[in-house]
T-cell receptor, first 113, second 116 residues
């Protein structure tokens, strides 16, 4: 089955700096890659997603890149703010399995004011 | 739009009892719902995929007789934790796919289960 790895597990940046989180997936059939932000005790919130027919997507301060050949995808957050502090999960979804979403282990991001 | 609710939001029960958690899509039809379990400081682990009108598909290592899933309608799926034990204490989250849209899932707020 699909396996998603994520690095780093923790990340601390100064306010205003950029943060980058990297993920790899194992199943080349995966075709949808969402990123979620989760605050303590809350549900995951979709912050951006990318499909396998696209290499890059941007939404204001957030961007995601996908390298299908290498099975890598990354989240980039620019001009970080303290409210960006949370746990971020990458995920991969298999079209052939009812689009079930497999999560990476998560990255705890701390933005220091 | 695309709101998913869960009930209850938290529950405390005695060891050996069964607990039912409901997941509802409030403003869309969900052909597929997913159940996840999340232990403290860990990721969301997919437990099972629930399709309306058919049996759930469980992930490897998840006991189907312990975690009973029923998806009786396009807006409701239930997870029953049978004979709960302290190690079943966790945060249980459901998600639902909108019938008219592919891939994107909408998450419920989660249910905190504590087994004494």
């Amino acid at each position: 089955g699909e396996n998603v790895e994520q690095h780093p597990s923790t990340l601390s940046v100064q306010e205003g700096d950029s943060a980058v989180i990297k993920c790899t997936y194992s199943d080349s059939a995966s075709n949808y890659f969402p990123w979620y932000k989760q605050e303590l005790g809350k549900r995951p919130q979709l912050i951006i997603d990318i499909r396998s027919n696209v290499g890059e997507k941007k939404d204001q301060r957030i961007a995601v890149t996908l390298n299908k050949t290498a099975k890598h995808f990354s989240l980039h957050i620019t001009e970080t703010q303290p409210e960006d502090s949370a746990v971020y999960f990458c995920a991969a979804s298999l079209k052939t399995s009812y689009d079930k979403v497999i999560f990476g282990p998560g990255t705890s991001l701390s933005v220091i004011p | 739009g695309a709101v998913v609710s869960q009930h209850p939001s938290w529950v405390i029960c005695k060891s050996g009892t069964s607990v039912k958690i409901e997941c509802r899509s409030l403003d869309f039809q969900a052909t597929t719902m997913f159940w996840y379990r999340q232990f403290p400081k860990q990721s969301l682990m997919l437990m099972a995929t629930s399709n309306e009108g058919s049996k759930a598909t469980y992930e490897q290592g998840v006991e189907k007789d312990k975690f009973l899933i029923n998806h009786a309608s396009l807006t409701l799926s239930t997870l029953t934790v049978t004979s709960a034990h302290p190690e079943d204490s966790s945060f249980y989250i459901c998600s639902a796919r909108n019938r008219g849209r592919s891939n994107e899932q909408f998450f419920g707020p989660g249910t905190r289960l504590t087994v004494l």
